[in-house]
């Protein structure tokens, strides 16, 4: 998916919702599990309910790989579907893999390729060459950790390097050089959404996927406030607040429900932003 | 496995090698190819021609993903048959995993738990509550991404911090405080052996996992000179260098070929060093 298409996707659906599909099988309701597929199940009665709320799915890599082989089953299913059904979804493998050249390759051929997610979260700690054979592929995209939601996101990422510059700082300044906007996009924490002034100013027209909104406890006002850009330039990713927000047979209505509140709450935002005449068009 | 056990094995096969099982079907040997399971079998015949010469086998999931549902059946298999016929072997997910900690406490069920290898490789840019989870298992460890073996190491892990120290310092100063020399492991690469003079200093005890002898160009004899401690306390890898030393149906014999030369200078170097009196016991 290309970027203008990406921000077409959200013009048309007043929406800059990710829905993160971390799906447990000890945390989906009871009745699933009697499926011959609970994971997929669970996905495909979410994905009908939202989609049009939404412009992103994540899967979780983890979620599924502690399934084993019938995790990953059900995450081919789930990817295959989204692509079929809903291929106006930007779907991104929240894998957060990074390796030495020959190995990332391996990565990107199993998930932009073989999978064909248009983006895979990837990690900086390996440098350029663990970063590159992910942005060889045409219109696919690196979602790059910059300054993750996590406590221990102040155990490396802020430290200050000899120029007075946080780690996550030298991260962008060092990562644009290897892509730009139209394949490389960072992840960003919601709880510091403050820091996305600075982050603006390095990297003013890249998407960031900004998690941590919801059960982390972001703000998705101040994220906007402080992130948006005249493309949007945001996907705001919610999961357990959406996707467990019922456990009865009832769940995919609740988290429609859920993913509705959010929806109008970006459909406010976006209107209020200097794109509001882009609504016009 | 505890660090006692590894040590033993250490000495009782004089060699602290470790295989990297890195298999890539376009690489592996034709006539395998018609074989149910072409990975596992590649697997299967390496491990029975090499087990006695090392002490760890390091399947890189990289190249178990890129092939789906048929690769992660194939490291299935090939982690099961390790553990059940050669179970003083020191198993080596490489996953380079990390994540917040619900999440990487999914992976550590996945690869700790599930598929019960002895450790796993992991990223430190998260931070503390992204390691911990792999840390909660007994006997079980972390090995934590400190100096790689690649060019892009150079990228963020020897910036410079405020207090004039390098990142790959850094995490290993902040990381020790996390687990101790019976969890936690480190990655450091071998082509910058003189570099572990000053690793050792942080982190005398821990175990180091080696990468980068051979195909990575770095040398055993800097290795064991500058990283060797008194429990040997280096693990050294050879992926490409032994599995693929050979094309044709005799592949295994020349992958054991190439793993005895290692394993001779190995027991060489542990006869040189300070540890030459343990072999008397």
């Known amino acids: 998916m290309t970027r203008v298409e990406l921000f077409e996707n959200i013009k048309k ?4 919702l990710c829905i993160g599909l971390d799906t447990d ?10 499926e011959e597929d609970p994971a997929f199940e669970f996905n495909k009665q979410i994905i009908d309910a939202t989609h049009d709320l939404c412009v992103s799915y ?4 983890a979620f599924y790989e502690t399934e084993g082989v019938k995790g990953w089953i059900s995450l081919e299913k789930t990817i295959n579907y989204i692509n079929e059904k809903y291929p106006d979804q930007f779907t991104i493998a929240d894998a957060k893999r990074g390796d030495i050249g020959n190995t990332s390759s391996m990565y ?3 998930f932009l390729e073989k999978m064909n997610f248009d983006s895979i979260t990837v990690a900086p700690y390996m440098g350029e060459d663990s970063v590159m054979p992910f942005l060889e592929y045409p219109n696919k995209w690196v979602i790059l950790l910059a300054l993750t939601s996590n406590k221990g996101a102040f155990d490396f990422q802020t430290t ?5 510059e946080a780690l996550y700082k030298q991260v962008l300044e ?7 906007a139209d394949n490389l996009m960072y992840v960003v924490g919601a709880t510091k959404a403050e820091m996305l002034t600075e982050i603006r100013s390095i990297v003013p027209d890249n998407f960031l996927l900004v ?33 467990y927000a019922g456990n009865g047979k009832d769940f995919a209505l609740k988290a429609r429900a859920e993913a509705l509140i959010l929806q109008q709450e970006m459909q406010l935002l976006l209107l209020d932003a200097k794109l509001t005449k882009l609504f016009g068009e």
């Open 25 to 34: 099988l000890t945390k989906i309701p009871a009745h699933l599990l009697l």
């Open 58 to 61: 994540k899967p979780n890599m």
């Open 108 to 110: 990107a051929k199993a």
């Open 174 to 180: 060092t990562s644009k050089k290897w892509g730009n």
């Open 13 to 16: 659906k007043k929406s800059f």
């Open 211 to 243: 998690p941590g909104v919801g059960a982390q406890g972001g703000s998705l006002n101040e994220v906007a406030k402080y992130g948006m850009n005249d493309q949007c330039g945001l996907l705001v990713n919610s999961s357990r607040g959406i996707i």
């Open 160 to 164: 200050l390097n000899g120029n007075n």
